[in-house]
Nanobody
Framework: VQLQASGGGLVQAGGSLSLSCAGS????????LAWFRQAPGKERTFVAA????????YYADPVKGRFTISRDNAKNTVALQMNSLKPEDTAVYYC????????????????????WGQGTLVTVSS
């Protein structure tokens, strides 16, 4: 099972960026999916999650209203659309997936996700 994140880059404050994460090895249609991020010198933190059972989405307070997580089960991908980016959004972004049929409560619990992508760097300049 592998997750491959892509789409990071350099963007000015106020701009937008879209991240994508492709899964391989098995289908993720029945897995919880999430994005986390790790800023320089800080611990990894939750960004957003998508539940497989009812398609609920969850967001960390700092990104609510600006970021959108979406899954495409046919393509085995999960995306993170990031709008109105701020310098404090600068971080390495990681996609993550949980075991099949697992329900993550709370969704932001990192231990719920067993599979992690390699990370993609997002840099927001002021």
């Amino acid at each position: 099972v592998q997750l491959q994140a892509s789409g990071g880059g350099l963007v000015q404050a106020g701009g937008s960026l879209s991240l994508s994460c492709a899964g391989s090895g098995r289908a993720f249609s029945t897995s919880p999916l999430a994005w986390f991020r790790q800023a320089p010198g800080k611990e990894r933190t939750f960004v957003a999650a998508s539940a497989w059972n009812d398609y609920s989405t969850y967001y960390a307070d700092p990104v609510k209203g600006r970021f959108t997580i979406s899954r495409d089960n046919a393509k085995n991908t999960v995306a993170l659309q990031m709008n109105s980016l701020k310098p404090e959004d600068t971080a390495v972004y990681y996609c993550a997936a949980g075991d099949p049929f697992r329900i993550c409560r709370p969704a932001e619990r990192g231990a719920c996700y067993n599979y992690w992508g390699q990370g993609t760097l997002v840099t927001v300049s002021s």
